[in-house]
């Protein structure tokens, strides 16, 4: 019996000796036949050298004879993905990024950079880092001009930089983000409360992201989108008319992030100060402090145009005159002299964030072959008329177009939706637009469709393009389960379980706007310890102490093979046999 187990040993290693060199040769592959398309018109993207430990990964699983996870792991480091740099000097990062430009020169390909270095990096999370300031940081982009050259490059300008902005930052959590995701529109307002009592503070920590509360299954793309920050508002600010605890302080917080929208619901509206008024004679009898409190209108639960008598003290009761009728004036005078005029002032690190930025696309768009995308976040962060104001002071401009869902789970579906929306709103205010007047992906889409089609140009040549990352989204975003997940911090973007591979990398995207759906995160690696609100070291979610953010995750990325959508090809058919 031991000499049969020892021979059965020696054989598992023999094959897996054997098979390790025939995985690693060209005929794996996790293409699909988009990418095998020789034609000039498609730009082939750079597969650059893959992670070590992946490698390791690689050999464990075929010395021990799963050789389907094994090929399939190995197809998945050797598709073509983004390279990261961010943290190097800028003497590193010329040598480093002349070197991967000169390899994909080379080979004929195209290479995608990802720079990650914003000073201030991911709020103080898992990803935290960057240069020392704007003076190193303008050092460390023009070093990067400078291993680019005059070849053909498409750079991820800093991932995260303008959907998490320095001002979102005050926050440790992530209202903006789950204002958009924590909602679908088929709720109705009760069925969104307690989602509004669970969210936190602000916005995300990322990998890229702060700290998402609990999110619901996607809709279905033909229906409408989920409501935008705005919507959030709304659920959150009726809240706050029904409770003074707490609670209510956090819903408010989150009704400020959504542009101070309030609830128009008519079951919030009070039925006494929106029917027949007290007469004269029982205004002028006196009241009990407890009974002119009852008479008081709700601030937030009613939207009537008439002057709130409230407002006054009971002493000056006689001298009212009668209440006058609504004055359709009324509303427009009171907005002359509210929130909308005061001028909005930047933190210093914010100003300096779009001085950063603005520097980066200057610098990196006189390459002449440099394709730069600025950072738009996803379809469930920010509404459209919060991200394109962004977009513009950032200097989109001049840029080639946006980036979308980078390191995040959001479906193909829903990132076309949104990029066409964030394209469509960027020309309109172009030609002189408001953004807030932008369709959002809370419209219904026939509403949002015939705000497209007076608004928008016929030319989409005369639109900002974008690209999208689909390293992680064959699955869509995680949403736990609110009877299994009882920790006060989700963080719904870090290292979700479950989650698949997505629509392999390529330039032939069949989407007028889409320029290339991306691998921009690397697949496998970590986006951080994930300690959902808990003092750690463990994720409460995995069971296991997850690596550092940027480290390869040996469970993660078989996850990522065993449940890809479209799956992994493994093994490629030669052409003409």
């Known amino acids: 019996m031991r000499k049969?187990?020892?021979?059965?040993?020696?054989?598992?290693?023999?094959?897996?000796?054997?098979?390790?060199?025939?995985?690693?040769?060209?005929?794996?592959?996790?293409?699909?036949?988009?990418?095998?398309?020789?034609?000039?018109?498609?730009?082939?993207?750079?597969?650059?050298?893959?992670?070590?430990?992946?490698?390791?990964?690689?050999?464990?699983?075929?010395?021990?004879?799963?050789?389907?996870?094994?090929?399939?792991?190995?197809?998945?480091?050797?598709?073509?993905?983004?390279?990261?740099?961010?943290?190097?000097?800028?003497?590193?990062?010329?040598?480093?990024?002349?070197?991967?430009?000169?390899?994909?020169?080379?080979?004929?390909?195209?290479?995608?950079?990802?720079?990650?270095?914003?000073?201030?990096?991911?709020?103080?999370?898992?990803?935290?880092?960057?240069?020392?300031?704007?003076?190193?940081?303008?050092?460390?982009?023009?070093?990067?001009?400078?291993?680019?050259?005059?070849?053909?490059?498409?750079?991820?300008?800093?991932?995260?930089?303008?959907?998490?902005?320095?001002?979102?930052?005050?926050?440790?959590?992530?209202?903006?983000?789950?204002?958009?995701?924590?909602?679908?529109?088929?709720?109705?307002?009760?069925?969104?409360?307690?989602?509004?009592?669970?969210?936190?503070?602000?916005?995300?920590?990322?990998?890229?992201?702060?700290?998402?509360?609990?999110?619901?299954?996607?809709?279905?793309?033909?229906?409408?989108?989920?409501?935008?920050?705005?919507?959030?508002?709304?659920?959150?600010?009726?809240?706050?008319?029904?409770?003074?605890?707490?609670?209510?302080?956090?819903?408010q917080s989150n009704g400020a992030q959504s542009n101070g929208a309030q609830s128009t619901d008519p079951k919030s509206t009070d039925p006494q100060s929106a029917g027949s008024r007290p007469a004269a004679s029982e205004l002028l009898a006196p009241m009990p402090p407890e009974a002119l409190e009852a008479a008081a209108p709700e601030p937030a639960a009613s939207q009537s145009p008439d002057p709130e008598p409230s407002a006054e003290q009971p002493g000056t009761l006689p001298e009212l005159p009668p209440l006058p009728t609504p004055d359709p004036v009324t509303p427009e005078d009171a907005s002359d002299t509210g929130d909308l005029d005061t001028p909005v002032v930047e933190d210093p690190e914010t100003a300096a964030r779009y001085s950063e930025i603005n520097y980066a696309v200057d610098v990196l768009s006189a390459l002449g072959n440099a394709s730069v995308y600025l950072d738009a976040g996803h379809s469930g962060w920010h509404a459209v008329s919060s991200i394109v104001p962004r977009l513009i002071k950032a200097g989109i401009d001049r840029a080639t177009g946006f980036a979308l869902n980078v390191s995040h789970y959001q479906t193909d579906q829903d990132s076309a939706w949104y990029g066409r929306l964030v394209s469509s709103?960027?020309?309109?205010?172009?030609?002189?637009?408001?953004?807030?007047d932008c369709a959002e992906q809370s419209w219904s889409r026939r509403h949002a469709r015939r705000w497209l089609r007076h608004h928008v140009p016929d030319d989409p040549a005369r639109m900002k393009h974008y690209v999208t990352d689909t390293s992680r989204n064959g699955q869509g975003p995680w949403t736990p389960r609110a009877a299994t997940h009882r920790h006060s911090d989700v963080q719904s973007w870090c290292n979700p379980p479950g989650r698949g591979l997505g629509r392999r990398p390529t330039t032939r995207t069949g989407e007028a706007l889409l320029d290339a759906a991306l691998w921009v995160k690397t697949p496998g690696q970590s986006d951080g310890r994930c300690l959902r609100g808990t003092d750690g070291p463990l994720d409460p979610v995995r069971g296991t102490v997850n690596p550092e953010a940027g480290e390869w995750f040996p469970e993660q990325a078989l996850e990522l093979v065993r449940y890809a959508d479209p799956a992994v090809s493994v093994f490629r058919r030669t052409h003409g046999r």
Not at 135 to 149: C, K, L, S, T
């Open 4 to 251: 049969r187990r020892k021979i059965l040993t020696v054989s598992t290693a023999v094959v897996a000796a054997a098979t390790l060199p025939l995985l690693i040769s060209p005929v794996v592959s996790a293409a699909v036949s988009e990418d095998d398309d020789e034609s000039p018109r498609v730009a082939r993207l750079y597969a650059p050298p893959p992670d070590r430990d992946s490698y390791r990964q690689v050999a464990r699983l075929a010395w021990r004879g799963d050789f389907r996870d094994s090929a399939g792991l190995l197809a998945m480091v050797r598709t073509p993905h983004a390279v990261w740099y961010g943290d190097e000097t800028p003497e590193q990062v010329t040598r480093l990024v002349r070197r991967t430009t000169r390899s994909a020169g080379w080979q004929e390909r195209l290479p995608v950079l990802a720079l990650y270095n914003i000073p201030g990096r991911d709020c103080g999370s898992y990803s935290s880092g960057g240069a020392d300031g704007l003076a190193a940081y303008q050092e460390w982009i023009d070093a990067v001009a400078e291993g680019i050259g005059d070849r053909e490059v498409m750079v991820v300008l800093e991932p995260d930089s303008l959907a998490l902005l320095p001002s979102d930052c005050a926050d440790a959590s992530n209202a903006e983000e789950t204002a958009v995701e924590a909602q679908r529109p088929e709720q109705t307002a009760a069925e969104e409360s307690p989602a509004a009592e669970e969210s936190p503070a602000v916005k995300e920590s990322p990998a890229v992201e702060a700290s998402p509360t609990e999110l619901p299954p996607l809709p279905d793309p033909d229906a409408s989108t989920a409501p935008p920050a705005a919507s959030a508002a709304s659920g959150a600010d009726e809240e706050a008319a029904q409770s003074t605890d707490a609670q209510s302080t956090d819903a």
């Open 425 to 436: 709103c960027l020309a309109y205010a172009d030609e002189g637009g408001d953004p807030e």
